[in-house]
């Protein structure tokens, strides 16, 4: 091993959407970090791994953790092969295991230089020989690349320094402890017509305060990702609500890429740990609150796809979703709910823009009348249609779905 090569203990990253770090960084602290820098798009900490993996189930809004393994400073391909091969790649994952390498690059610290390394197709290849190579070393052969299903996910990030005469670039070697990223909880149809990211789902009922205690309504649900996910906020419960099912049935089943990891295999008490976190966090006893969840969309067949899943994730005790009109919902509840929905943006749905227009202008008309004492929140990438609601806005933020630049935007209703 080169003298400057920077081997991490401990160190992970967290990535999450764009303009929801600060949101990421009340899950991080949740889990004690040693330290801890927030950075656009993720979060490094310092965490024992029990408590990474603990993160990496109960995390709402990250997309996925890397475990940190190296770090070294490279001036060109052929120093990159060198560093690779001297690194001892059967400890991080076996020779019968398959792998893939993802390279990712970003500008300086100080954003006065981009990376010099324009091919990065070449990068992976220079890795992979390294890689291969120190394998055929150390055990005679070589493991192979699966680029589609592999059980080790090496993540290689170029980063140049900021001094103006410097050549070199800091690469750091982590490892996709995720596989699928968290975003995937197991509720998603495939047909789903314009969803919205799951962890930006779950973002937004952070920003909008919302707790639980308070009922939750979408009166334009869609598939329901702001009531699965004020399912998951209320109740605590790891975000992957399919692995939830499987895991109670068969605690073997690997879901995510740690569980294949040596680091991982070979420590019996983090395995213990890991199941029984597991089965403490599904067997909690849900916490008896007096709020619900419910949903509603005008298109019945919709409904019934989500009512569907709903009932194939053994939620219908907890989450309710009818057929019914946004412009038009009589309050079903005496306490004070939060109405949020996510309309239709028209880029997204085909619909003409009076139409829509009218929509989001009845949207805060029924609100007014029929929601009095409760707060109404919408998202949309329209502003012009969020200029229809006529309310007073109280807070705004601006987030992304995907690509798509939205509005966030939350109206008290006295
Ligand atoms: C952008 S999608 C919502 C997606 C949803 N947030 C999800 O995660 O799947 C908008 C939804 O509003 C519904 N919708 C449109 N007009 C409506 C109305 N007047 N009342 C109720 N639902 C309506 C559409 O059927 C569609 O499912």
């Known amino acids: 091993m080169k003298a400057h090569t920077h081997k991490f203990r401990n160190q992970f990253f967290i990535s999450c959407s764009k303009g929801l770090e600060e949101e990421l960084a009340r899950e991080v602290q949740n889990v004690n970090p040693k330290n801890f820098l927030v950075t656009k798009g993720g979060i490094h900490f310092e965490a024992y791994p029990e408590r990474a993996i603990e993160l990496l189930l109960h995390s709402r809004i990250g997309s996925r953790i890397f475990k940190k393994y190296y770090e070294f400073e490279v001036k060109n391909e052929k120093d990159l ?10 400890s991080i994952f076996t020779i019968e295991q398959t792998f893939k390498i993802v390279v990712t690059q970003s500008p300086s610290s100080k954003n006065k230089k981009h990376s010099k390394f324009k091919n990065t197709l070449y ?22 690349v699966d680029v589609k299903n592999p059980d080790a996910i090496i993540h290689c990030h170029f980063s140049p320094n900021d001094n103006p005469y410097s ?3 800091v690469v750091t070697i982590s490892l996709d402890l995720t596989g699928a990223p968290l975003s995937n909880r197991g509720y998603r149809l495939p047909d789903a017509k314009a969803p919205l990211r799951e962890n930006l789902a779950a973002g937004i009922l952070d920003l909008l305060d919302w707790d639980g205690s308070e009922n939750l309504i979408d009166p334009m649900c869609g598939t329901g990702s702001f009531l699965f996910e004020a399912y998951i906020k209320k109740n605590k419960t790891p975000t992957n609500l399919k692995a939830n099912k499987w895991l109670r049935d068969n605690p073997e089943k690997i879901i995510w890429n740690f569980q294949k990891l040596p680091f991982f295999l070979k ?62 919902l ?11 929905c996510n309309p239709p943006y028209g880029q997204r749905i085909s619909a003409t823009s009076t139409d829509l227009e009218e929509l989001y202008f ?28 006529s309310l007073r806005a109280e807070r705004k933020w601006t987030l992304y779905n995907g690509p798509l630049k939205c509005q966030l935007v939350e109206y008290p209703l006295h």
């Open 81 to 90: 092969y060198q560093f690779t091969k001297d690194i001892k790649w059967k």
């Open 123 to 144: 990068l992976s290849q220079v890795i992979k020989d390294g890689i291969v190579d120190r394998f055929q070393r150390d055990c005679g052969k070589r493991p192979f």
């Open 167 to 169: 050549q070199k670039e």
């Open 267 to 328: 420590d019996k008490k983090l395995i213990e740990n890991f199941q029984q976190t597991f089965q403490t966090a599904l067997d909690k006893p849900e916490e008896n609150q007096k709020s619900f969840i419910l949903g509603f969309d005008n298109q019945a067949r919709e409904v019934e796809k989500t009512q569907k899943n709903i009932a194939k994730l053994e939620l219908s005790n907890d989450i309710e979703v009818k057929v019914g009109d946004a412009t038009n």
């Open 330 to 340: 009589e309050n079903p509840f005496s306490t004070p709910s939060l109405i949020l």
């Open 362 to 389: 009845q949207l805060g008309e029924n609100a007014k009348k029929n929601f009095k004492g409760s707060r109404l929140a919408v998202i949309s990438s329209e502003i012009e249609l969020l200029k229809c609601i």
